[in-house]
């Protein structure tokens, strides 16, 4: 999983968007992450790499989606404690 950080703007309430192209298991995502000014390089960076992170995961889980519906129970009555 890498990342690549392709352009950055700023808007006039001290936003910073920072465009960024992932490539995550050979496919290439691209989105942006925002922060607010004044922001350190390192919270920036730290943003991109969860992002990245969260983005894998949810990968990850779109992937298992039909194991997780298959495993679940239909028409069946549960009570709830």
Not at 1 to 8: A, C, D, H, P, V
Not at 47 to 70: G, H, M, Q, T, V
């Given at each position: 999983?890498?990342?690549?950080?392709?352009?950055?703007?700023?808007?006039?309430?001290?936003?910073?968007?920072?465009?960024?192209?992932?490539?995550?298991?050979?496919?290439?995502?691209?989105?942006?992450?925002?922060?607010?000014?004044p922001s350190d390089i390192?919270?920036?960076?730290?943003?991109?790499?969860?992002?990245?992170?969260?983005?894998?995961?949810?990968?990850?889980a779109l992937a298992n989606?039909?194991?997780?519906e298959a495993s679940l129970?239909?028409?069946?009555?549960?009570?709830?404690?």
């Amino acid at each position: 999983m890498t990342y690549k950080i392709l352009s950055t703007r700023t808007t006039p309430d001290g936003a910073l968007f920072v465009s960024v192209e992932y490539n995550i298991d050979g496919q290439i995502y691209n989105t942006e992450v925002v922060t607010s000014l004044p922001s350190d390089i390192n919270v920036i960076i730290e943003s991109i790499k969860n992002f990245a992170k969260s983005e894998k995961y949810r990968i990850d889980a779109l992937a298992n989606l039909p194991i997780l519906e298959a495993s679940l129970p239909l028409n069946i009555e549960t009570t709830i404690e």
